[in-house]
């Protein structure tokens, strides 16, 4: 039987092991995951980058998958190559679906003031996370946000902010969190909605999402 090839793009700065809940049947799909690689510079364009992005994917017509910013470059890349079918999850599917407050710090560039040291060196400053959910959030993000270097990060909240696609491309599958904090649903169209979905539910609502892919990978 030919397996349906499927590549998983991770959120920004985060890497792979954000998919390690998901679930699919090998006798049908086989997986790939493609770390984030560093930008050539804070200047290169997110279409040449989408283009080195793809010259790891190796199997015609496949399936890409991304989360939050991977679901932009998923986008990005399905223009370089022959693709079968694009999912996006926790992400948005052109600029209009960027929430206001990111908007603002576009236009202030705010985001300029961006602590990507602590990102960079989160174990410096674990100290200032006070309380359980801090603590548990600072946990996370050791865990699975491991690309920790500036140029990416400065690169990649620019192209978030600052991201060209002003249309929807056809037939994108959007699977998005009702609770979503970073990409608030009320700017998401045409989307599957998961009840209490947050930001991070590739995490904790992974069985919901590996059941609508699924069902659309195997279309």
Known sequence: MN???????????AN?????????PEEHFEVHFLEWILPL?????IENYAKRMCEVITHKNPILVGVSFGGVMVQEMSKQ???????IISSMKSNH???????????????????????????????????????KRAELYKMYLSIRDANYLQWAIYNVLHWEQDYELNDIVHIHGNKDEVFPIKHIKNCIEINNGTHI???NKAKTISKILKEHCAC
């Open 3 to 13: 397996k349906t090839h499927i590549y998983f793009v991770p959120g920004l700065a």
């Open 16 to 24: 792979t092991k954000i998919f390690e809940y998901l679930s699919l």
């Open 201 to 203: 539910m590739i995490l």
């Open 97 to 135: 679906e960027l929430p206001n407050r990111l908007k603002i710090a576009q236009m202030t560039k705010a985001y300029k003031l961006f602590p990507t040291k602590i990102i960079e060196n989160i174990e410096d400053y674990e100290h200032l996370f006070f309380g359980d959910y801090l603590k």
């Open 81 to 87: 190559i022959n693709c079968k079918k694009v999912i």
């Open 41 to 45: 510079s804070l200047d290169e364009s």
